[in-house]
């Protein structure tokens, strides 16, 4: 996608659009002639407003060349209103949520009258009525004659909204077919290269004593009155809509923002947890639902991105062994299958899911009592995926507790032995693995009983 709208040049092949060859400099050429890529990894500026990002580069301005602002506020406001997205035009982008930040990026895309749209892994930080709506406009585009080119790693998706589906693997087409002529099982079998007899791996837990117990959280605004549990060797989920309160609470424990009040407990004593480097102290890693923010040091290399909050276990009076850090990421890389020709390759180089083990690596290096996983799969594929749920079964069967935050509820119920359900800052209920079903789910995370 990248070659084909101007960002990498080819080495051979051709394009063809409406019949005849073109190749473009720039993504500027390309949108130009009607083709729009959304990327996966979101591309706001943080600091301009949203109506700002909405019209960057686009600008309407009057015959005086000065900006129009009324009329695209009213273009920005009939998009979003389409798109049933609700964010003020005026806030900084940079204080939106992932989620919104992507209906802000699919806005964008649809403002240019395109004729081809490139959708990365729109899903990806959306919620389940978010991801219906935009589908209502996916639909409304094909019938007014646009193409959609739509990448996902999510099954369901593909099979609801596709006609045709092309299969990739490592970097070369294994199959094209029509939806109707392929199966998921098939689609999933020339993806991996291999059979994956269940999507979730069996999970046979056993419980030891409270790892983590959480009394009585607030955080004016945010959430309020949360109180909760998890055991050694247990996966708690945690699911909701997305600004239900599960990032803030998750922050709040690992000492990113502060509560108001309530405690943090860890094994039976109280921890006072003000920083960061607290939680880590405590033996509690958080991987943050946004890797590219907030997982990473994208200018760094892989070795120096995993061996940050390890530093301590490699070093002696000051110094680091250079052989002991290349031995403990050399062995994080193979025991994730991080693909890469070096460890000195810099992560802003590696592919979304290839960075999320990255960020996985590093916290499981700490050698962690409790791991925070937000988001944990997101824009990661299938064999990827599989990867990281035998990971964290591996981890718990180690005695490591492990709290789930998901808004892919398939994941939720396949790996969660417990699940918290949260609704506009309140935990609205608790479903044991038995009782857990979607719509269970859903009727707690929209206020239901």
Sequence with gaps: MNILIGLHQRDQGTIIIDGEENYFASPKEAEKLGITFIHQELNVWPEMTVLDNLFIGKEVTSSLGLLNTKHMKALAEEQFAKLSVQIPLDRPAGECS???Q??????????TNAKVIIMDEPTAALTEREIQKLFGVIASLKKNGVSIVYISHRMEEIFTICDRITIMRDGRTVDTKAIAQTSFDEVVRKMVGRELTERYPVRNPSYGEVALEVRDASIKGLFNQVSFTVRAGEILGFSGLMGSGRTEMMRAIFGLDALDSGEVIIR????????PADAVKHGIGFITEDRKDEGLVLDFSIRENMALPNLFSFSSK????????QEFVDTLIKRLQIKTQSSETAARNLSGGNQQKVVIAKWVGIGPSVLILDEPTRGVDVGAKREIYQLMNELTDRGVAIIMVSSELPEVLGMSDRIVVVHEGHISGELAREEATQENIMTLATGGQ
């Design 98 to 100: 992932v989620g919104q």
């Design 102 to 111: 992507q209906m802000i990026e699919i806005a964008k895309a649809l403002m």
């Design 268 to 275: 039976g004593k109280k921890a006072n947890i003000r920083k």
């Design 318 to 325: 000051g110094f680091i062994s250079a052989a002991k850090e």
